[in-house]
């Protein structure tokens, strides 16, 4: 039972255009969820979070917009650079449990030069 | 200002054999959390332990498998009578002692164990 998912599990955009990323969650009882770029043979790096007493955060190039009704949460990069290349995964956790995360799959973004 | 540091960051077992995973936490961080990647996957929760305390090891399998983190010292994932199935990453992640309404977890850069 998958509880964070990420159904595009690839994404190729151009140098300088915005690249969204898509996450779902089936948990309502998660209510903080955060973005995390993997490179090869490297550990997780954190790139943004949202707490879900709000609807969008940004950080720079990266803006991370959260619905919770529709229980989504999307990642833009605008604009996207070539070292943007890396896999995005999308992690979740909920209130009143212990503080694991539940992480998806992961979506492998390429900017192309 | 260190991360997370793991060691050995790849680690290679005979089936049967006995894996131990070192992660020590970021400066100041009190938590840690193993997490093991699959290919293909996403990361899986494992345990989560504070100082001389295991607070969830929900994800953990039932047998082989037993983490701690003394009070002085890393945090140690062992993995008893290797198997095949076992060959994955393994990441440890710290976050600080905060109100858990805020709280990032940091990871380390993995330790690659392959079972043969």
């Known amino acids: 039972d998958q509880q964070v998912k990420q159904n595009s599990p690839s994404l190729s955009v151009q140098e300088g255009r915005i690249s969204i990323l898509n996450c779902d969650y089936t948990n309502s009882m998660f209510d903080y969820f955060l973005w995390y770029k993997k490179y090869p043979a490297e550990g997780p790096t954190f790139l943004i979070s949202?707490?879900?007493?709000?609807d969008k955060n940004e950080d720079g190039r990266f803006t991370v917009f959260l619905n919770k009704s529709a229980k989504h949460l999307s990642l833009h990069i605008v604009p996207s650079q070539p070292g943007d290349s890396a896999v995005y995964f999308c992690?979740?956790?909920?209130?009143?449990?212990?503080?694991?995360?539940?992480f998806g799959k992961g979506t492998k973004l390429t900017v192309n030069p | 200002n260190a991360g997370v540091m793991q060691n050995p960051r790849h680690l290679v077992r005979r089936r049967g054999q006995e894996a131990r995973l070192r992660c020590s936490p970021m400066k100041g961080h009190s938590h840690v959390y193993w997490y093991r990647q699959l290919p293909e996957e996403g990361l899986k929760f494992m345990v989560y332990l504070q100082k001389e305390n295991i607070i969830d090891e929900s994800g953990m399998p039932k047998e082989r498998f037993s983490a701690e983190f003394p009070k002085e010292g890393p945090s140690i994932l062992r993995i008893q009578q290797v198997v095949r199935g076992d060959s994955a990453a393994y990441f440890c992640?710290?976050?600080?002692?905060?109100?858990?309404?805020?709280?990032?977890?940091?990871f380390g850069p993995g330790t690659r164990l392959l079972v043969l």
């Open positions: 949202i707490s879900s007493i709000k």
């Open positions: 992690a979740a956790s909920a209130q009143g449990g212990s503080e694991k995360l539940v």
């Open positions: 992640a710290s976050s600080p002692p905060m109100r858990r309404s805020q709280e990032t977890q940091y």
